[in-house]
């Protein structure tokens, strides 16, 4: 789950950013309204977190925009919390709005609630050769043995049982489960899907596809 964090209060940024990577998502951040809008151009986040007073370009003109171009959901986090804050910055085609000071435990349920309602629906436990994974809970078994799994093998697992046995390339895996500082060219892919394999044990799960990706297997 591919989430940008748009926060011009650098301290405030780091502190989001770093809770949000904690429950297992892959954050990027912005410090200004230009940025955003930038990097939305070429990353098509899942949920665009978006504080409402921002340099360069204001938060309600960047809010228009996704809403137009209707690729991300917006989450609106600002400290303007008066009813008539909130009515506006839903108007402006924000999908929730949160307002600051604020619980953590709130703001990860409501990206949370904004993915789901941005894809496709699907079981909230995924399934598939005996393995189970539960993306609100953080776990993952198989035939019953629970799987201690890091984040990022975590997540790749999740896009392959997502993907209902479709291959899944690399690429979509370096999008949707590292962040904009993956180098396109790096191993850990590789590397993470070893582990995975080893983690999952025998018989043989997740299937190389020669060119084209990962996917698991019947």
Known sequence: MRVLLVEDEQPLAGYIEAGLRKHGFTVDVALD???????????????????????????????????EQGRSR????????????????????????????????ELVARVHALVRRSAPARPPVLRAAGVALDPARRSAERDGRLLSLTPKEFGVLQQLLAADG???????????????????????????VGTLRRKLGDPPLIETVTGAGYRIGP
């Open 33 to 67: 309204g230009q940025t955003a809008l930038d990097k939305c151009e070429i990353t098509p986040y899942d949920v665009v977190v978006l504080d409402r007073d921002l340099p360069v370009v204001h938060g309600d003109a960047v809010c228009r925009r996704l809403a």
């Open 74 to 105: 917006v989450l609106m986090l600002t400290a303007s919390d008066a009813v008539e804050d909130r009515v506006g910055g839903l108007m402006l085609g924000a999908d929730d709005y949160l307002g600051k000071p604020f619980a953590f435990s």
């Open 166 to 192: 479709a291959v899944v390339s690399a690429e979509t895996l370096l999008d949707k489960v590292w962040d904009e500082y993956a180098d396109p060219f790096t191993n850990a892919i590789r590397i993470t």
